[in-house]
């Protein structure tokens, strides 16, 4: 009955190495789960961050496509309630484009609003944090005076190193990154025949170069809008 009793018997040395060994398994088996969680969270990230800056460009490419100026102004400075413009040019880091376009949504209904509105792209300072930068649209519903001015600011895309536009000439064939129709001596009552779009952010990775995101947009009204002509 002694032998017997020793032999069942589980010595401490014993206890201690199946605890090792367990201890050593779940350990391995946490890594491997904590591996698996933060991978999960950089690619989820960096999904979100290729869907913000997509969309982002699309909405542009999309407003853009709607872009127009009108050739109907009164004769009297003092009597233009309303003055259309298409003005890119670089400023700051890299450019900014106001315009006037037909993509306005009335969000009310027997809202005083046309589908007209005054549209602006630009990088600034965050407002809400000032350590980087952001892509912001500004947007005003109602077509005034001021095209370039008033409206509220909403930001598109956020931490970006630049945002750059370019303007193909329907006349001479080529790309200029200055674009003024308020200026008789530039592009009056004309707009570009399409619009490149490069948006520049902090490598998507966290290390390496920056990485510049692009696209192209056509616009389909290249001639200022006049009623007494068409």
Request: proline content about 5%; overall charge neutral.
């Amino acid at each position: 009955m002694t032998g017997a009793r020793r032999q069942a018997g589980v010595t401490l040395i014993e206890v201690l190495v199946a605890m090792s060994i367990m201890a050593v398994l779940m350990t391995l088996m946490y890594s491997g789960f904590t591996q698996t969680a933060n991978n999960k969270r950089r690619v989820e990230a960096r999904l979100n961050r290729n869907h913000e800056i997509r969309m982002g460009l699309e909405r542009m490419a999309r407003e853009l496509s709607m872009a127009y100026v009108s050739a109907q102004l009164n004769p009297n400075p003092a009597l233009r309630p309303v003055i259309t413009a298409f003005v890119g040019k670089p400023e700051g880091s890299g450019s900014r484009l106001d315009f006037t376009s037909f993509s306005h949504q009335r969000l009310y209904r027997d809202a005083h609003e046309s589908d007209q509105n005054e549209l602006s792209y630009y990088v600034t300072e965050d407002p809400e944090d000032g350590d980087y930068d952001v892509l912001v649209r500004r947007a005003q519903r109602r077509v005034d005076d001021k095209p370039q001015e008033g409206g509220t600011i909403q930001v598109m895309v956020e931490d970006v190193v630049s945002v750059e536009f370019s303007y193909l000439d329907p006349f001479t064939k080529e790309w200029t990154d200055t674009w003024d129709t308020t200026q008789a001596a530039m592009h009056p009552n004309r707009l570009p025949s399409q619009v490149k779009i490069l948006l520049t952010v902090p490598n998507l990775r966290g290390r390496g170069p920056d990485q510049t995101f692009g696209t192209r947009v056509s616009l389909p009204i290249t001639f200022a809008v006049n009623h007494a002509i068409y």
